[in-house]
C-alpha cells in the first residue's frame, strides 16, 4: 500500500498570505491519480484539484497543484477567510485510494 | 441537483451488522464507479470500497475485507454497504462519493472522487 505523508500538520498563516502543502508518497505515483481535496468543520471534504494540477468545478485560480513521482504540493496563492480548513491529498493505485493524514491551515 | 444520501448509521454492539445506504440523484448513477470513505478523528479519511459501475467488482481495504459487503442497485439509484462482525475500531463517519469519471471502469476510475454525501455516524460500543 503506498502510504502518503502530509507536511507540516498544521501551517498558521494570516489571510492575504501565501500556503504551501506538501505530500510525499512511498512509492511514484502516477498524477493522473492524485487529488486534494479541502475540509472545513462539519462538513464533507470537497474536491480541489485532480490529476495533480487540474482544478475541480468552481474551483478558485488562487489554488493550484503541482509534482510528479513522488512529491506533491498544493498552493494556495493568497488565503481568503474561507480557505482556512483542512487539505487530503489523495492517491489511487491497486485499485484502491489512500489519504494522507492533513495539513490544518489556520489562523495566526 | 447532483446529491448523495447517506443513511443506515447508528449505535451497534460490536459483533452485529448494520448496512448503510447511498441514495442518489441528479446525474446517471448506473455510469459512475461509487466509493464507501469512512472518517475518524484519530485516523482521518480511510478509503473503504469502491464498486463498479455495473455492480459486477467491489474492491475492499484490508482492514474490513472478509466483514464489509459493497454493493449497488442501479434501478434504485442506490449503493448500500453491508457490515458484518463490526468492530469498535468501525466507529467512523461514513460518506458515499462517486469518481470524478464515468464511463466503464471496474476497479473505480481512480481520477478523484468529486460528490460526496454528508455522511451518516456509526458507533460501535457495547
Known amino acids: 500500500e503506498i502510504v502518503l505523508t502530509q507536511s507540516p500538520g498544521t501551517l498558521s498563516l494570516s489571510p492575504g498570505e501565501r500556503a504551501t502543502l506538501s505530500c510525499r508518497a512511498s512509492?511514484?505515483?502516477?498524477?493522473?491519480?492524485f487529488a486534494w481535496y479541502q475540509q472545513k468543520p462539519g462538513q464533507a471534504p470537497r474536491l480541489l484539484i485532480y490529476d495533480a494540477s487540474s482544478r475541480a468545478t468552481g474551483i478558485p485560480d488562487r489554488f493550484s497543484g503541482s509534482g510528479s513521482g513522488t512529491d506533491f504540493t498544493l498552493t494556495i496563492s493568497r488565503l481568503e477567510p474561507e480557505d482556512f480548513a483542512v487539505y487530503y491529498c489523495q492517491q489511487y493505485g491497486s485499485s484502491r485510494y489512500t489519504f494522507g493524514q492533513g495539513t490544518k491551515v489556520d489562523i495566526k | 441537483q447532483v446529491q448523495l444520501v447517506e443513511s443506515g448509521g447508528g449505535v451497534v454492539q460490536p459483533g452485529r451488522s448494520l448496512r448503510l445506504s447511498c441514495a442518489a440523484s441528479g446525474f446517471t448513477f448506473s455510469n459512475y464507479p461509487m466509493n464507501w470513505v469512512r472518517q475518524t478523528p484519530g485516523k482521518g479519511l480511510e478509503w473503504v470500497a469502491v464498486?463498479?459501475?455495473?455492480?459486477?467488482?467491489?474492491y475492499y481495504a484490508d482492514s474490513v475485507k472478509g466483514r464489509f459487503t459493497i454493493s449497488r442497485d442501479n434501478s434504485k439509484n442506490t449503493m448500500y454497504l453491508q457490515m458484518n462482525s463490526l468492530r469498535t475500531e468501525d466507529t467512523a463517519v461514513f460518506y458515499c462519493?462517486?469518481?470524478?469519471?464515468?464511463?466503464?471502469?471496474?476497479?473505480?476510475?481512480?481520477?478523484?472522487?468529486?460528490?460526496w454525501g454528508q455522511g451518516t455516524t456509526v458507533t460501535v460500543s457495547s
Open positions: 464498486i463498479s459501475y455495473d455492480g459486477s467488482n467491489g
Open positions: 462519493t462517486r469518481d470524478r469519471e464515468a464511463g466503464r471502469y471496474y476497479y473505480g476510475s481512480g481520477y478523484g472522487m468529486d460528490v
Open positions: 512509492q511514484t505515483v502516477s498524477s493522473r491519480y
